[in-house]
T-cell receptor, first 114, second 115 residues
Framework: GDSVTQMEGPVTLSEEAFLTINCTYT??????LFWYVQYPGEGLQLLLK???ADDKGSNKGFEATYRKETTSFHLEKGSVQVSDSAVYFC?????????????WGAGTKLIIKP | EAGVAQSPRYKIIEKRQSVAFWCNPI?????LYWYQQILGQGPKLLIQ????????DSQLPKDRFSAERLKGVDSTLKIQPAKLEDSAVYLC?????????????FGQGTRLTVV
């Protein structure tokens, strides 16, 4: 079945550092890919998405490119801020194997130190 | 537009008691999901509704959990009787349809503590 694998956390960085959170997936069909963010004490929010190969999703300075050849959707940000501290989830939606349900990674906790 | 509304935000109950959670999805969203999120883990889908029909409830512990979505709008999730391991955040989400790329919008969740 479909699956999503994220790098384990926590990831601890200093403010203004470059961020990469790795995400790889396996899917039967051609899934859509998502990054969700969960700030402390809050619900999940969509951060960005990509629906086909080579698409780049971007929001709030974060970017991720849908790489079909490497089955990856790595999250990047050029200069992180303390306010980016949160848990980040990579997810996919595959119409073939999962009836459009979201398949989730385990989440990566990001800690940004001033 | 108004987001997904959930209530209550917090609930503390004793084991073997019953509890119910309520969700009001975004207006017009046909698909509604209930997730269980245990601390430190990703969300686990409990049940997915399409309008008022169940699409997937394969991970719902049906001996103690039940859910309904009357008239294809609001939904309630019930646990009876609760166990200690049910302590988690229960998230409701909705999406406009099941077409490719349609994202799910989440409520703030209900934090359940079973003591």
């Amino acid at each position: 079945g479909d699956s999503v694998t994220q790098m384990e956390g926590p990831v601890t960085l200093s403010e203004e550092a470059f961020l990469t959170i790795n995400c790889t997936y396996t899917a039967t069909g051609y899934p859509s890919l998502f990054w969700y963010v969960q700030y402390p004490g809050e619900g999940l929010q969509l951060l960005l998405k990509a629906t086909k190969a080579d698409d780049k999703g971007s929001n709030k300075g974060f970017e991720a490119t849908y790489r079909k050849e490497t089955t990856s959707f790595h999250l990047e940000k050029g200069s992180v801020q303390v306010s980016d501290s949160a848990v980040y989830f990579c997810a996919l939606s595959d119409p073939v194997d999962s009836n459009y349900q979201l398949i989730w990674g385990a989440g990566t906790k990001l800690i940004i130190k001033p | 537009e108004a987001g997904v509304a959930q209530s209550p935000r917090y609930k503390i109950i004793e084991k073997r008691q019953s509890v119910a959670f309520w969700c009001n999805p975004i207006s017009g969203h046909a698909t509604l999901y209930w997730y269980q999120q245990i601390l430190g883990q990703g969300p686990k889908l409990l049940i997915q509704f399409q309008n008022n029909g169940v699409v997937d409830d394969s991970q719902l512990p049906k001996d103690r959990f039940s859910a309904e979505r009357l008239k294809g709008v609001d939904s309630t999730l019930k646990i009876q009787p609760a166990k200690l391991e049910d302590s988690a955040v229960y998230l409701c989400a909705s999406s406009a349809n099941t077409l490719m790329g349609t994202e799910a919008f989440f409520g703030q969740g209900t934090r359940l503590t079973v003591v």
